[in-house]
């Protein structure tokens, strides 16, 4: 198995943690907030399900299929964690259709919001375009 598609799998298990983090006791506070930082909704969870799929399909089909996801995915949610910097809401869930903008803030909370998908972009990304050694 390739490096890329090794990195598939670990995007397929940190995307159902994230699915799963409003359902694990404790983490969220008493506004519904994870880790007391950003809320998740059912569609922000049904997201992460099914990139977690995308990334576990992927890893077993080849290894030019987990290029294309991680700089795919990478890409999508880069942006979406830049977008969110800017506007204190993402794109993938259709946040910003529904809510105003807030305008660009580099307050803590809104880094630390917006850092889950800035990090897991960035990486994926970085991965799809530079860490390819083949099949």
Do not use: Q
């Amino acid at each position: 198995m390739t490096l890329l598609r090794k990195i598939c799998l670990f995007y397929t298990v940190a995307l159902l943690v994230a699915a799963s983090l409003n359902y694990i006791p404790g983490l969220t506070d008493e506004n519904g907030l994870a880790f007391g930082i950003f809320a998740l909704d059912p569609f922000d969870d049904a997201l992460h399900v099914v990139s977690a799929l995308w990334a576990l399909s992927a890893a077993l089909i080849s290894h030019r299929a987990a290029k294309i996801f991680l700089v795919i995915f990478g890409a999508l949610y880069l942006a979406d964690g830049i977008f969110g910097i800017f506007t204190a809401y993402g794109f993938l869930d259709l946040a910003i259709f529904s809510n105003p903008s807030e305008g660009f803030s580099l307050s803590v909370p809104r880094i630390l919001a917006n850092l889950p998908h800035i990090g897991l972009g960035g990486f994926a990304l970085f991965a799809g375009l530079k860490l390819d050694r083949g099949a």
